[in-house]
């Protein structure tokens, strides 16, 4: 099969397109023949040998897709060959086919197409779980979305939105903004050219924000811990600023703000229960209209360097996918 290759992790730039062996579904594994697959920023950390997941070279990177089911292993009695599903894997989704436990194949909601499920899961799944299972948002609550255009962003917006939230979203240049706001943002704040401490505080009356949802970090998260509410919660999801900040404990202490960590993958192993649950009301959401993926760039696998570039460099909004050459 056709796929995008890691001989070593030194780097998205030196992976290559070859050929490597069909792989076979194991017992409880499905086998997809992969019409589209999601680029995440974790690829990249991946391909460099800095993400928790280290795979073995050579190895097939990718953490996401959608397709057709092809084949099922022992045990499998969930899914059959023909439907049309979406899936996580640990690598493997930058591919003409690849395999994925049946724990993490879900079927694609109606009405999406693949380009729109292949970067569904991991997006959708990671807002879901940070606001409802972490955070416990509220109807009525100000929820402030950082990086809102982005990948997980958005679809934070969304969700926030179909719970009830006041969404305050921030995002970098007017563009961005009006994709924020056409996904349900009641307000966006632009902060190349706004001071977000400012403008959170005069939206809310100067109470501040109850929730912040922050895949940013850096800066942008020393300026929100400044803009919230007593007794508000932050929910760091990564750190796309490059920066990690550090957290002055004695600001914690003085709003009684909590501060709550959340990495989604590690659902997969902990409590694979909830990861059904998730995506079960996920599809309710994308069947009331409440969902809408953005798909800003559909690429052949061949320009994977193209749909790196761009993801790194933050000039894309909602989901880059790959289109794998069978």
Known sequence: MRALICEQPNGFENLRLGDMP???AGPGEVLIDVAAAGMNFADSLMTAGKYQVKPNPPFVPGLELAGTVAAIGAGVTRLKPGERVMAVVDHGAFAAKAVAKEADTFAIPAGLDFPQAAGFPIAYGTSYGALVWKARLQRGETLL???????????????????G?????TAGGADK?????????????DYKTEDVRERV??????????????????????ASLRAVAWNARLVVIGFAAGTVQQIPANILLVKNVDVLGFYWGSYRQHAPQMMAQAFQALSGMVAAGQLSPHVSHSLPLGRWREGFETLLGRRSAGKIVLLPEV
């Open 22 to 24: 069909d792989p076979q």
């Open 165 to 169: 939230a006041h969404v305050i979203a």
């Open 177 to 189: 903004c009006a994709i924020a706001a056409s996904h349900g943002a009641d307000e966006t704040i």
């Open 145 to 163: 979305v950082h990086g809102a255009a982005g990948g997980v962003g958005l679809t934070a917006v969304e969700i926030g939105k179909a719970l």
């Open 201 to 222: 505080k005069a939206l809310t009356a100067g109470r501040g924000a109850d929730l912040v949802y922050d895949p940013v970090g850096g800066e942008i998260f020393e």
